[in-house]
């Protein structure tokens, strides 16, 4: 069958869209590798959020709020299906007659097809890799994947923790250990001291959504009064150790300081998941303010591939709250253009998703100045790229030696060949070029991106020949 | 910059061998290349350095590849010297599978009629147990009947190829101008004038086209028509695994790194570099026939390529009657024959004129009407 | 490096085999996560053979790579808990082997 729309992505993005597109009785397919709904922000939910669950209420309010998310979309009619994967998006010939996607998924090792009208992207972001010395140690994890460990499996990291970066998801995290009782040695700030200096200017704007801000600034004074170890201004951070983590280096203003470290979390933003936007050739722009690339979308969420919608974080970080508006808002656009919505109606209800999209992002800009991407020299010796196990200095060279193009570096270097196609490396070798070439890094670009987006495995794309034999 | 004495336009495989070759023989030279979203078939290629079975209908490409695959070693001992840049250069033989006894009988006939009745010098026909023997590490499946070997096929890193041609033409003293897109070339006093991005001009009296698909668009405007056109092959390339292969084979090789690069197809799509699953699944079913064992490996990549094509397959080497000092050099297998582009060509080149089997690569051999 | 959280332990559990070992987990979590707990590592990799562990958890670093069931190259954080589970490190390069 031919779904009206195949949602990839089950967070708040798509799960909002969904129930909007089944409210309007289009058919909807769900495709998301996760097992349950959630997306990241609220994995787990289901599980968790049994009747006097301990860990539900440590987790907060606005993790519950996912639960009540959850059980509409499972009641909306959508065929959701859970630990899907998609590996690629093809649009189908023009000789058509009506506009038709398919969509290459692997699901429990079966490769199958997926055919809808249209198609939106909900896949959300990933964490910004920032590469420094020793984060390939075993020991060193993002404060994500702490926090996924946390909400999928109920587990606390223990050994000497530190956590390192900057960005509301640490401070959260630090808080709901906290609250949960788990240790944690230190919490090292690596965001600017003049912060304040440097947020005034957005927090007229911001207070329109006071509730964050006011829990941000209660999430800070818990952490001190429970006497939590914090240093500030810290730079140049390093994990040592033989086969694994055992130590942290650092230094701030005040000089260099070291201590034992069994785990390490880091985390450094967040980046839109642009691979598949990427490989399709859609238009991307830079967003100077979150050092990241996002695909252009139209009012409606539409990206220059007719058909083709994002929403969500893949559409730029703004948080759980704006994902459920931008869900909403790409639900109406495709209401639109498969014309069971009239023009009138879909502004009108575009108005109100803008109005609810602008104060979800009210304190966006503040964020973004408060927490900026790092931007400090990567020394020759670090890794850059995970799969290739490359370092800054290989890809320095390379960029160097010739023309600034993403792609030149990458064939005589191999960075972004591995299996993560780039997703740890990507930014950074970007950045070794804007600096070998002294351009700005908005003109560099990004490599292609090629499929597979997931890995599939050879037999695995050779059953599809069988499967139409 | 001094005016040199050739400009090579592209800095794909091709151009840079000619260029380093040309470098080599005390030229000055200047390369310039197009802009990011050119067509880059020495990015996108397979890596083979291939002799068995060329040149069926053109005897003389035959003796030009297999000249070029004696020349490899010795090329890449120099090109990794002067660059610094190891190749990952192997000679061990490459195999042609067939898929049924026919399909065998069938392959013999082709190559005994290349080889004007027997089996060309260094070829073999394997049975099914003759070439399992070969491929310890590679359980062949029940379909496969034999292969045939050729013991002067070999395979290289096309990608370290490329970086290195590029490294040692600029070691001996050569130029390379990035994002330097080619507008127009026109003829001066002395030789030829081109007019690059923002309106830079750069003159020299000899030129050489080398842009791939590019190259007729630039000669064109000249009345210099060039019977090219694009082929697409998509290619699929697994995970780093442990040495399976031992050597190359058409359509499966497993590299130095460990990776297994499965190719490729044949389409005629125009300047469409986009992939489809269709082609995926149509190459991965073939190399399961082969090697039913690499179904579990991960595939990392699917990616295509623009095939440079003449009319009969073979290069197109063409000075112009009416254009002295101006080249257009263009060929599919640019990987094969670097090493004999680099010296007999660039030799040739520098005299000024096609001599011996190359006489038969000029575009003359298509009698193709020109507009002038 | 981690440990479970007090009241989890009345959560339900399954058995799987780490590198043969029998060991308990929790429904939910994955095997990324068990090969945390109990191996501290996933994979060496196959240029240096240096040790990773999951780095990510959701997909995007590839460091998460073992053998699952007996498929290589799986990543075992996109890969939930099951009954029976055999879970174990991915050493160097794959090698293929006929199925
Ligand atoms: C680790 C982490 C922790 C965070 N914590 C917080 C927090 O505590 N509070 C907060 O306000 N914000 C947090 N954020 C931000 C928040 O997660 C986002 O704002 C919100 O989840 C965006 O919703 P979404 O629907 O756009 O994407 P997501 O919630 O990320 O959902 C996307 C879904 O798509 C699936 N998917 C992606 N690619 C494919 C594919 N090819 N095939 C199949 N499925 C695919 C993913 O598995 C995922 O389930 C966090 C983000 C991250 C990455
Ligand atoms: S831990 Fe990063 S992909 Fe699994």
Same mark, same amino acid.
């Given at each position: 069958m031919i779904f009206d729309t195949a949602i990839i992505g089950a967070g708040p993005a798509g799960m909002q869209a969904a129930c909007d597109l089944r409210a309007r009785e289009l058919s909807v397919i769900v495709l998301d590798e996760q097992p349950a709904p959630g997306g990241q922000i609220w994995r787990g939910v289901e599980r968790n959020c049994q009747p006097g669950s301990e860990l539900a209420q440590r987790l907060g309010a606005e993790y519950r709020q996912g639960a009540g998310v959850a059980r509409s979309f499972r009641a909306c009619g959508a065929d959701y299906r859970p630990l899907s994967r998609v590996w690629q998006i093809e649009e189908t010939g023009p000789d058509a007659t009506e506009q038709c996607w398919q969509v290459f998924v692997i699901r429990e090792g079966q490769a199958e097809v997926v055919e809808a009208r249209r198609v939106l992207l909900a896949i959300g972001a990933q964490e910004r890799p920032v590469p420094f010395p020793g984060w390939t140690h075993p020991g060193v994890m993002t404060v994500g994947a702490a926090q996924i460990m946390l909400k999928s499996g109920g587990l606390l990291p223990e050994g000497p923790v530190w956590i390192c970066g900057a960005g509301p998801l640490p401070l959260l995290y630090a808080h709901q250990l906290r609250k949960l009782g788990g240790q944690i040695a230190g919490f090292l700030d690596?965001?600017?001291?003049d912060t304040v200096r440097r947020g005034l200017p957005h927090l007229s704007g911001a207070l329109r959504d006071w509730k964050s801000l006011a829990k941000g600034l209660a999430w800070q004074a818990g952490l001190r009064a429970a006497g939590l170890r914090r240093e500030t201004g810290v730079r140049q951070l390093r994990a040592e150790g033989k086969d694994r983590l055992e130590r942290i280096r650092w230094e701030t203003p005040e000089g260099e300081k070291t201590a034992p470290a069994g785990v390490l979390l880091i985390h450094e933003g967040l980046v839109p998941s642009v691979h598949p936007t990427l490989s399709l050739q859609c238009e991307h722009t830079w967003s100077d303010a979150q050092q990241s690339l996002r695909p252009v979308l139209d009012a409606w969420g539409e990206t220059t591939r007719r058909g083709l919608f994002v929403a969500g974080d893949a559409a730029g970080i703004d948080g759980a709250r704006a994902a459920l508006a931008k869900g909403t808002l790409a639900a109406v656009g495709i209401a639109r253009s498969l014309d069971v919505l009239s023009e009138a109606k879909a502004k009108q209800a575009r108005a109100a998703g803008d109005r609810a999209l602008s104060k979800a992002r009210a304190t966006r800009p503040l964020l973004d100045t408060l927490y900026p991407a790092p931007e400090g020299k990567i020394s020759d010796d670090v890794i850059v790229c995970r799969c290739e196990e490359l370092t800054a200095g290989q890809i320095r060279a390379a960029a160097g030696?010739?023309?600034?193009?993403p792609n030149r570096v990458k064939s005589e270097t191999r960075a972004g060949m591995g299996p993560c196609q780039g997703r740890q490396c990507g930014y950074t070798v970007a950045r070794l070029i804007a600096e070998a070439h002294d351009m700005p890094r908005a003109e560099v670009g990004f490599h292609n991106i090629r499929p597979p987006l997931k890995p599939v495995s050879v037999g695995e794309l050779a059953s599809l020949g069988k499967a139409k034999a | 910059m001094a005016q040199p004495d050739h400009i090579v336009i592209g800095a794909g495989t091709v151009g840079v061998s000619l260029a380093y070759g040309l470098q080599k023989r005390g030229q000055s030279v200047c390369v310039v290349d197009g802009g990011a979203s050119d067509f880059r078939a020495a990015r996108a290629n397979f890596g083979l350095v291939w002799v068995q079975g060329k040149g069926g209908n053109l005897p003389a490409y035959a003796r030009w590849t297999a000249e070029s695959a004696a020349l490899w070693p010795r090329f890449r001992d120099a090109l990794e010297q002067c660059s610094g840049i190891g190749l990952d250069y192997q000679k061990p033989g490459g195999l042609v599978f067939s898929l049924s006894e026919q399909a065998l009988i069938d392959r013999r006939a082709v190559l005994e009629e290349i080889g004007g009745?027997?089996?060309?010098?260094?070829v073999e026909m394997l049975d099914r147990d003759a070439l399992q023997a070969r491929l310890p590490d590679a359980p062949l499946g029940p379909e496969v009947a034999g292969a045939s070997y050729g013991a002067s096929d070999g395979h290289v890193n096309p990608l370290k190829l490329l970086a290195a041609l590029q490294q040692g033409f600029l070691e001996l003293g050569g130029e390379i101008l990035w994002d330097w897109p080619v507008q127009t070339l026109r003829t001066t006093d002395d030789g030829y004038e081109l007019t690059g991005p923002d309106g830079e001009t750069l003159r020299a009296p000899n030129v050489i086209v080398a842009a791939g698909l590019a190259t007729p668009g630039i000669v064109a405007p000249l009345g210099v028509d060039l019977p090219l056109r694009p082929q697409r092959g998509q290619l699929l390339v697994t995970e780093r695994m442990a040495p399976m292969l031992p050597m190359p084979c058409s359509g499966l090789r497993q590299t130095a790194d460990g990776t297994v690069m499965i190719g490729t197809t044949h389409e005629d799509v125009g300047l469409d570099t986009g992939t489809t699953q269709a082609s995926g699944t149509m190459v991965a079913e073939r190399a399961l026939r082969i090697l039913p064992a690499l179904s579990g490996a991960r595939i990392v990549r699917q990616w295509s390529g623009l095939r440079v094509l003449s009319p009969d397959g073979g290069p197109l080497y063409t000075q112009p009657e009416a254009y002295p000092g101006l080249w257009t050099v263009s060929c599919h297998s640019g990987v094969t024959l670097a090493a004999i582009h680099a010296e007999r060509l660039a030799e040739q080149i520098l005299a000024g004129a096609l001599t011996g089997d190359t006489? *038969?690569?000029?575009?003359?051999?298509? *009698?193709v009407p020109t507009l002038a | 490096m981690f440990r479970p959280l007090p009241d989890s332990s009345e959560g339900p559990t399954v058995t799987v085999f780490v590198e043969g070992q029998p060991v308990e987990a929790y429904v939910g979590e994955t095997a990324a996560s068990v090969l945390l707990r109990h191996l501290g590592t996933a994979r060496t990799t196959s240029i240096s053979e240096s040790p990773r562990a999951p780095f990510c958890m959701m997909g995007c670093c590839f460091d998460c790579l073992a053998e699952i069931d007996g498929k290589g190259s799986t990543q075992s954080c996109l890969e939930p808990v099951r009954d029976g589970m055999t879970i174990a490190r991915q050493m160097s390069a794959r090698k293929v082997v006929a199925r």
């Open positions: 690596t965001a600017p001291r030696r010739g023309s600034a193009d | 009745g027997a089996l060309p010098e260094g006489r *038969h690569f000029s575009k003359d051999r298509f *009698h | -």
